[in-house]
Nanobody, 125 residues
Framework: QVQLVESGGGLVQAGGSLRLSCAAS????????MAWFRQAPGNEREFVAA????????SYADSVKGRFTISRDNAKNTLYLQMNSLKAEDTAVYYC??????????????????WGQGTQVTVSS
């Protein structure tokens, strides 16, 4: 199994940027496809972005396309989410998740076996 710890959340003004990190430990990080999800108060958890195990393919929710970039550094066992042009509606707890299928960018949370504890992102308008 793999353990995931997110960091980098915080308070930012609308239009600003943040970079989230997800540090992985345990079983080889490089075999997992990875994703970011988020959950705002009163809402269901929603897909944000995903990347295959080798970083060669990515997918994004329409709401973040063109503003967010998912990437990974397998040598550092770390997943990233660069968030630019942030909006108030991006406010949520952000979670990273690991999918044992190496070449998947699925948006369905059921396929992700391992989850971090989340990091809060608050965007003030």
């Amino acid at each position: 199994q793999v353990q995931l710890v997110e960091s980098g959340g915080g308070l930012v003004q609308a239009g600003g940027s943040l970079r989230l990190s997800c540090a992985a430990s345990g079983r080889a990080f490089s075999v997992y496809s990875m994703a970011w999800f988020r959950q705002a108060p009163g809402n269901e958890r929603e897909f944000v972005a995903a990347v295959t195990s080798n970083g060669g393919s990515t997918s994004y929710a329409d709401s973040v396309k063109g503003r967010f970039t998912i990437s990974r550094d397998n040598a550092k066992n770390t997943l990233y989410l660069q968030m630019n042009s942030l909006k108030a509606e991006d406010t949520a707890v952000y979670y990273c998740a690991a999918n044992p299928k190496s070449y998947s960018t699925t948006s369905y949370s059921m396929y992700y076996n391992y989850w971090g504890q989340g990091t809060q992102v608050t965007v003030s308008s």
